[in-house]
């Protein structure tokens, strides 16, 4: 007795290290790594731990994911720590400790919470589908449809889509068929059959419910793993037919817009010498791009941090005024009592032609989430006293030149936010952002982003950043220019409008609800079919 249950502590502790060992190289997947490749096989083992009719059945699927979950986003997500030292803003250096390592350990729980969601609808759908493709439909089902529920709420960046992002240009593409929930679609089928294979090979009785165990069989090879390759084969074929279509781009919808990097460090940034230097900086770097002949100069989120009647006042505008060159002015503007982060598009009159205000706001640091009851134990990391509140959900962002598609830093993340304004007519994106509270791969993560959010909207894109990595990209997602890190960068680049609208823009996410029809049909087919071989059983 105590030999067996020796041995059942050892499988376990050996397939707990399989789900987390995979976790990680998942992890392993984004900026700083980058090793998008590992994306294909690294969910595979969980999906054979928690299907696997071997193990017990609890508590060990939902373990095994919580597990695989906090090795993947604890590593991808791991730049949140970057917010520490937080002393800069008054609070004690053990504080800020506490704050950055409860932020890092909640977003991970969060990340992990949604794959343990998964690993037990998985559980209890199918336990009773015998039949592997059937299961591969249904897994890759409810990952997607988990993961679309998942952003639609405040906390959303690590989705699976995004391992294939900046590297994978080719295979990005399938997000102009349905947005980032394709790919995502796309990395758990080709997992979930790689899992299969393993599952139901010939010597797959003597693996005992080891996963890596079932590669050293002779007999691995078999129709499931030929379909995973065979799937993997046609899906970067579609997206490379996507990819290598040209680009046309007229004289007429030609654009040259500047940006500015400010480089003002987050800790003298709202401080005299901080306001000092992105008045001189970013009035400097404008007129520099004036002088260049551009249409229109970008700067990043938060540029002045002001109240848009006091930005219109500062010597970046005056140069507006003196030289009649267009500027995206980030900054903060006012709704009732409270304020908004924003884009102010000033023109060379100097006046305010529009305003884009940010709707995605980042929880604890833009606003208090349950604020009644967490207000008093989490101080707000915002710059201002005042109560910052999102802008409306359907904005459109005019400009002198047309339409444009507007994100304010976090927005990256939430692709309706682009295919809403894509949809409404938006010609190019402008991102606008600020990442130097964070960690340097943080924002290599976001270019990877807006690298995604470009593909899918089929749009030129222009990103300015305070400390950086600002740059131009264009619709196939290749970065035709990006700046140093920590460092003063003023660059300029032709871009060009488009009115294309790629399927995922007219459509929006229509894959998943196929998906989840589909694999409830399967279920449905499934459920009956032994109800009646049930029926005929007892007659």
């Known amino acids: 007795m105590r030999q067996k249950q020796s041995k059942e502590h050892s499988e376990l502790f050996v397939s707990c290290a399989i789900a987390l060992g995979s ?3 998942m992890g392993l997947t984004v900026a700083p790594v980058n090793a998008w ?8 083992p969980l999906w054979y731990l928690v299907v696997n009719p071997t193990l017990r059945p609890k508590p060990f699927p939902l373990l095994f994911a919580l597990i695989w979950g906090i ?3 604890s590593i991808a997500l791991s730049w949140i720590t970057g917010i520490h030292p937080m002393t800069w803003m008054g609070v004690p250096w053990l504080a800020s400790l506490a704050i950055a390592l409860f932020c890092w350990v909640f977003i991970t729980l969060w990340g992990a919470a949604s794959v343990a969601l998964w690993a037990t609808g998985m559980r209890i759908i199918c336990k009773s589908i015998p039949k592997p493709y059937a299961r591969v439909l249904i897994g890759t089902a409810l990952w997607c449809g988990i993961e679309t529920v998942w952003s639609w709420g405040a906390l959303f960046w690590s989705s699976l889509s995004y391992t294939q992002s900046p590297d994978n240009l080719v295979i990005l593409h399938l997000g102009q068929i349905s947005g980032p929930y394709a790919v995502t679609a796309a990395i758990v089928a080709v997992n979930g059959l ?3 294979a393993c599952l139901n090979h010939k010597g797959a009785k003597d693996a005992k419910g080891i996963f890596f165990a079932s590669f050293v069989s002779s007999r691995f090879i078999n129709k499931y793993l030929i379909t995973a390759t065979g799937l993997l084969l046609i899906l970067h074929l579609i997206g490379f037919s996507l990819y290598n279509r040209p680009l046309i781009q007229p004289l007429a919808a030609a654009l040259k817009i500047g ?5 003002i460090p987050n800790q003298i940034k709202l401080y005299p010498e901080g306001l000092r230097r992105a008045l001189a900086g970013y009035t400097s770097g404008y007129l520099t791009l004036a002088d260049q002949g551009v249409d229109a100069v970008l700067t990043p989120e938060g540029a002045l941090p002001f109240f848009q009647r006091n930005i219109m006042r500062s010597s970046l505008v005056a140069a507006v005024r003196s030289q009649g060159v267009v500027a995206w002015i980030g900054g903060f503007g006012q709704k009732g009592k409270s304020y908004t982060n924003s884009l102010l598009t000033v023109t060379g009159e100097g006046k305010v032609f529009s305003r884009y205000d940010k709707v995605k706001l980042v929880p604890i640091g833009e606003y208090v989430p349950f604020e009644e009851l967490l207000g008093g134990i989490i101080s707000r990391l915002s710059p201002l006293d005042e109560h910052q509140v ?8 005019n400009t002198p030149f047309g339409r444009a598609i507007a994100g304010i830093c976090y927005e990256s993340a939430f692709p309706e936010v682009f295919r809403y304004q894509a949809q409404a007519g938006g010609q190019f994106i402008l991102s ?3 990442d130097a509270h964070y960690s340097a791969s943080m ?18 894109a222009v990103r300015a950043t305070n400390t950086g990595y600002s740059a131009f990209v264009d619709p196939h997602g290749r970065t035709v220019w990006i700046s140093g890190h920590n460092t003063y960068e003023v660059h300029a680049e032709t871009i060009y409008r488009r009115q294309t609208q790629t399927l995922y823009v007219r459509w929006g996410d229509w894959l998943t609800p196929f998906l989840l029809v589909s694999a409830t049909g399967v279920w449905l087919i499934n459920f009956l079919t032994v109800q009646l071989s049930r029926k005929r059983g007892l007659n």
């Open 23 to 25: 976790g990680i190289l």
């Open 390 to 397: 999102p802008g409306s959900p359907n904005q459109i962002f």
């Open 37 to 44: 490749f590992l994306a294909w096989v690294a969910l595979a």
């Open 432 to 434: 606008s952002s600020n």
């Open 71 to 73: 090795g993947y986003h």
């Open 259 to 263: 940006i500015i990097q400010g480089n």
């Open 443 to 460: 924002p290599a993560q976001h270019h990877a982003q807006d690298i995604m959010r470009a593909i899918e909207t089929d749009r030129w």
């Open 194 to 196: 790689i899992a299969e």
